[in-house]
């Protein structure tokens, strides 16, 4: 193992991410496009290069089979897997919201959603706060959350699906406070926190582009496993950021935004490190 292999796994030991994003980042990148399921054996040799123990692989994956997430078959002594209807709705979920979402133009208008459930329907009013979050609102009290998006018909829709008409309201308004619009944004989400976060990844993988830059020059191989957990890293941890991102308006953010500037940087390296990390993967699976 060379000197730059064994400082990779060291990073990947700390990779920040939950292990679902590794999985649903596996099966969506790499393993759906060769087809729709995978050894256990193959996933468990696949997620080897970025830290994780097979025990922790097979644990898991088990894990994720409780919640409905993945069908598997058996045939003879050997597990395949593949994600369920509930597996790839996730999947696609999160791979729109990391990789299709872009800031939109703000109409100076801010979106109210307002819900009034009964304790007894608690888990429905779970399943409202966890819908409102993946769409970026962000809440002002425990019931009243609020976003500069138009969202109306993905909400009206989520609310029919589950059957809460009478539950839920929606309301539009311009804010007239003393504050400026940036400062207000920033009061109701943490976006110096997640300024500081994108700063990192960027200023993280900066370095690590550079140093991919320095050995193509001087010649010296980087092994397609290396390629593909360093690819594999960056990608799980920059949709982990986009996950948390609720992607406001450029007008509430801080000027020269990080968050795109990171966009462009995983989009470079992406698009270098593509071809060996897709020669590890063949390897393992044609084997």
Known sequence: MSK??????????????RFSTIIYTLFGIYIIPRGVEAHVADLVELVRPLGLSA?????????????GVFRSRKVGRHSYYSLSKKGMEWMESGRVRAFEVEHRKWDGRWRFVVYGVPEKLRSLRDKVRGRLDGLGFAPLSASV??????????????????KMTGYVEMFEAKYTGLRSAKK????????????????AFFDKYKNLNAMFERLAKAGTPISPAECFAERFCMTAEYVALRLEDPMLPLDLLPANWIGLRAQRLHDELWARLKRPANDFVDSVLRK
């Open 4 to 17: 730059t292999e064994r400082n990779s796994k060291k990073r990947h030991k700390k990779i920040g991410v």
């Open 184 to 199: 207000f944004a920033n009061g109701i989400w943490d976006i110096d926190g997640l300024e500081r976060r994108y700063r």
């Open 145 to 162: 959350w609020i976003s500069p998006h138009d969202l109306r018909s993905e909400i009206v829709r989520f609310v029919a699906q589950m």
């Open 55 to 67: 025990n922790a692989t097979r644990l898991g994956l088990s894990r994720m089979s409780r919640h």
